[in-house]
């Protein structure tokens, strides 16, 4: 799906599995093979059921208090069967004009789901969350590649999107262990 960068399918490097191993989230994010763009990988370990997990993920009113400067998330369509919905979110930060964003989720229950940008500023958003058991935990994968609708220095996205890539895996994992009797 993101063409050079590499599919979930793989093992992580072995600096992630370092990273999970003393629990914490793993986030690398490095230039897209455009220029233009930044590609992310990250995971995180979940002590939660795999269902769980999957509810925290795909609850689009609780995303705004999951993820740094989302302001609002709102599904305007969505598949009948629930094998898909059409979200549309709204991005504020600190000195910058609100990005509207309208993607798709193309869902894989429980174990992950594929999203593409249909509408809205951003010029490229593209990736896949992915869930699998790992021992007594779920194991959460995310690549995606993002590109801003404005001119924003590379490396100033980078250090945006590794404090807020964690950030907002961390808040996964503690609502979904919340959640957890």
């Known amino acids: 799906m993101l063409g050079a960068a590499p599919a979930l399918g793989v093992e992580l490097p072995e600096r992630a599995q370092a990273a999970l191993e003393r629990g914490r989230p793993y986030v690398e994010v490095k230039p897209g093979p455009d220029g233009s763009s930044g590609v992310i990988l990250a995971a995180i370990d979940v002590a939660a059921p795999q269902a769980v997990v999957w509810s925290v993920m795909t609850d689009c009113d609780l995303a705004p208090k999951m993820v740094a400067n989302l302001k609002s998330c709102r599904i305007l369509d969505r598949d009948p069967q629930g094998r898909w919905d059409i979200r549309e979110e709204i991005t504020r930060m600190t000195f910058m004009p609100s990005v509207r964003t309208v993607y798709r989720e193309d869902f894989d229950p429980p174990d992950g789901m594929a999203f593409h940008r249909t509408d809205g500023d951003l010029k490229v958003l593209e990736g896949e969350w992915r869930l699998a058991p790992h021992g007594d935990q779920v194991r959460v994968t995310y690549e995606?590649?993002?590109?801003?609708?404005?001119?924003?220095?590379?490396?100033?996205?980078?250090?945006?999107?590794?404090?807020?890539?964690?950030?907002?895996?961390?808040?996964?994992?503690?609502?979904?262990?919340?959640?957890?009797?």
């Open 144 to 181: 995606a590649r993002v590109a801003a609708p404005f001119a924003v220095p590379g490396w100033v996205a980078r250090i945006a999107l590794r404090h807020d890539v964690p950030m907002a895996l961390l808040a996964l994992r503690r609502e979904a262990m919340a959640r957890t009797p």
